[in-house]
């Protein structure tokens, strides 16, 4: 315990010497940082997943990010969970190539909602860490995250935050010149991946705007530093005999290739009123699940398990910005999805998983009468889910979710006031096994800031979220191929309930900008899935069970330009951010947790090209549950160039390198963490043109 506060205390000490470092660049001429007060635009930005009044990224107490431009362009990855990694209180679960979904804040699985364009992904993600969500960012434009309890705008399954996915697919608005759009082509070397991904929007004879984009995507199986296995189990096999001493680097993995491709179709009506548009996209990826996943024993007689996914899917958005009764703005949302996957076991179809469902939302925005602003809606989901083959661990349910929800906003001169309500009602009913049950939920929030002037905004947020159990927590029973483990639902798994607190103090303009986030929060029935240690037909079992819990942590971050002449600068950033996740009632850690990771980056741009280094250091994890191993830290080092050869054209050369050392890297976060290391060395290039 004492060395794990020294780690934490020395790490946020560094954060600040650090950036204490580049204080004097505030004594730079002030007049110049007038003129540019923000070098980093992003934290003017609006968030629109962070509140239906469309609140500035500044002026949001929770902790948020955004990705958009070159900066998503560098972050492209085969996966979500790769792609978001590296933002603040970031992680993923780390499942190969095909299936790795994000964790914000040690939190994953039904407490984080995937979002595309503001509606759920529809997909079987949540189930299985093997399961990919039903979408990429091939096509995206930009990505907002909020980090901590989201559940007032999306419900009781986004406890523990939201990753909103805003693609275009349905355009909002006409392009200035008739047509708008990209064509990217990308190469890796690790993987030897090959990618191809293209859009555009064209404004028709009359109010029309019509949107196409697809992407395309192939990998091999993916390279490695080191061994398979995690040091502790391959010494465990060496004595068995099991395999030589010695590790080679350049190691693959196998059965860790992957497929993917996506299109999809829009048409929007776009008026001085407003927008209202629909667009049908198909998505399909075929990858490997690594052997050995689950750490079973891995008969002679158990092959290779690849997942073939499919998903079919119809939305619906628009926007009426005209009065009436007391509101300004009309929003609506509704997505419908048909996906499925199979397990293919070597080559042979196996388990199915079926999900038809369909979201739908309507927000209403209020008039603002005087410091009054705010916003009422309701919320509606249905999932039709099944699971097919001998090795069905889940009967057929139907879930549905009713919610309503307001928010409202105070605002007087420096002062600010928020507050929220939602109530929803979940039923979840499997006829199979003559299971029918309601949940009714009650979640809350208040918040309140002040601007202290020169840029800086320090506030206060305090939540009660209230998330019902989903059908897989309750009713699983029964072995999962494709993890290894049999998985074991609680029936009699009662609501969790989340008592908790945000401190955030936010720095914009002037030469040093910044925020830092203190969060806690104190769970009553906290669900998660454990290793029980017992073994059912041959794999270990992994159980769904409750218990009292807590999470607290930090985040922070920092930038300052080091330098700045004209159209050139050089810019530093920093970041630390630290989670520690305990069970209250047995006074012990809580699995699959990330560890204290800083995070640190420099680059120079000038209007031709920008190079950026980082470095991303992780502590070894050593608070790990009962039949869990600890974890290495690493070190990680990545470089790229982004360089525009045609000063009038909108084209962009992209060279990366990552993992430069070819660092063995292992996540405490991942069920594989002891038999699949993540890639080693890439050398990337992609060429991106505009039109």
């Known amino acids: 315990m004492r060395e794990e506060k020294a780690k934490v205390w020395l790490a946020a000490a560094l954060m600040g010497g650090l950036m204490a470092s580049a204080l004097p660049a505030m004594a730079q001429d002030v007049q110049v940082a007038a003129a540019n007060p923000h070098s980093h635009d992003d934290v003017e930005e609006i968030v629109v ?4 009044l469309g609140a500035r990224q500044f002026d949001v107490l929770q902790g948020t990010s955004v990705l958009s431009g070159e900066a998503l362009e560098r972050s492209l990855s085969t996966t979500l969970g790769a792609a978001l990694a590296n ?42 860490p093997d399961h990919a969500p039903a979408l990429d960012l091939a096509t995206a434009k930009r990505v907002e995250v909020v980090r901590g309890p989201a559940t007032l705008m999306y419900g009781s399954n986004a406890v523990g935050g939201v990753i909103n996915v805003l693609d275009g697919r349905i355009p909002i608005a006409a392009p200035k010149d008739g047509v708008d759009g990209f064509a990217r082509i990308g190469v890796g070397s690790n993987a030897h991946e090959r990618s191809l991904a293209a859009g555009m929007d064209a404004k028709l004879d009359s109010p029309l705007v019509v949107h196409v984009d697809g992407f395309w995507r192939q990998t091999d199986n993916y390279k490695f530093p080191g061994t398979l296995e995690s040091a502790r189990l391959r010494a465990q096999e060496v004595a068995q005999g099991k395999t030589d001493a010695d590790g080679q680097d350049g190691h693959k993995v196998p059965n860790s290739s992957l497929t993917q491709k996506g299109a999809t179709g829009g048409l929007s009506y776009v008026a001085d009123w407003g927008f209202l548009g629909a667009s049908v996209s198909r998505l399909e990826s075929n990858y490997g699940v690594p052997p050995d996943a689950g750490g079973g024993d891995g008969g002679e007689d158990e092959g290779p398990v ?17 009065p009436f009764l007391v509101f300004d703005t009309t929003r609506v949302r509704f997505g419908w999805a048909d996906y499925k996957h199979t397990e293919l076991e070597d080559g042979a179809p196996g388990t199915q998983f079926l999900n038809k469902g369909w979201e739908g939302r309507l927000e209403l925005v209020q008039h603002q009468y005087g410091a009054l602003s705010g916003a009422v809606g309701v919320q509606a989901s249905q999932r039709d889910f099944q699971a097919i083959g001998e090795e069905a661990f889940l009967p057929p349910s139907k879930t549905v ?12 001169g420096p002062w600010a006031l928020e507050g929220g309500l939602r109530l929803e009602q979940q039923n979840i009913k499997a006829d199979s096994i003559n299971y029918d049950r309601d949940f009714t939920m009650v979640s809350l929030s208040a918040g309140a800031s002040y601007k202290l002037g020169d840029g800086w905004l320090a506030g206060i947020s305090l939540s009660r979220s209230e998330r019902a159990p989903n059908a897989e927590e309750l009713l699983s029973d029964g072995a999962h191929l494709a993890t290894g483990t ?14 908790g607190g945000e401190l ?19 769970y009553d029935k906290y669900i998660y ?7 059912r037909n041959g794999v270990p079992v992994a159980a769904f069970s409750a218990t009292d819990a807590r999470f607290w942590g930090f985040e922070l971050e920092a930038a300052t330009d080091l330098f700045r002449q004209q159209d050139q600068r050089v810019t530093l950033d920093a970041g630390l951010d630290y989670v520690r996740a305990e069970d209250t009632t047995t006074k012990t850690d809580l699995p699959r947790i990330p560890p204290l990771t800083f995070k640190t980056g420099l680059e120079y741009a000038q209007s031709s090209f920008s190079t950026r280094v980082e470095m991303v250091w992780a502590d070894s994890q050593n608070k790990t549950s009962a039949f869990e191993l600890p974890t290495d830290g690493y070190t990680l080092f990545n470089a790229s160039l982004d360089w525009h050869p045609i000063a009038d054209r909108d084209v962009t050369m992209l060279f990366e390198v990552r993992n430069i050392t070819n660092e063995e890297v292992r996540l405490s976060t991942s069920f594989l963490k002891d038999r699949l ?5 890439d050398f990337r290039m992609a060429l991106k043109m505009g039109y």
């Open 49 to 52: 997943t962070a509140s239906p």
């Open 87 to 128: 933002l603040p209180g970031m992680s993923q679960t780390g499942f190969g190539q095909g299936a790795s979904r994000p964790i914000i804040r040690g939190q994953g699985g039904d407490r984080i909602r995937i979002l595309s364009g503001g509606i759920g992904s529809i997909d079987a993600s949540t189930t299985s």
């Open 306 to 322: 690849r997942i073939d996914l499919g998903q079919t899917r119809v939305d619906l958005m628009g926007e009426v910005n005209q």
């Open 401 to 412: 979710q009713v919610g309503g929800f307001t928010v409202q906003r105070l605002d007087f």
């Open 486 to 499: 049999y998985e074991l639902g609680d029936r009699t798994l009662g609501k969790e309930t989340g008592l």
């Open 504 to 522: 955030t103090l936010k720095k914009t303009g002037g030469p040093i900008t910044g925020s830092a986030n203190l969060f806690l929060t104190d």
């Open 529 to 535: 899935e454990r290793y029980t240690g017992e073994q």
């Open 677 to 681: 290391p993540q890639p080693g060395r």
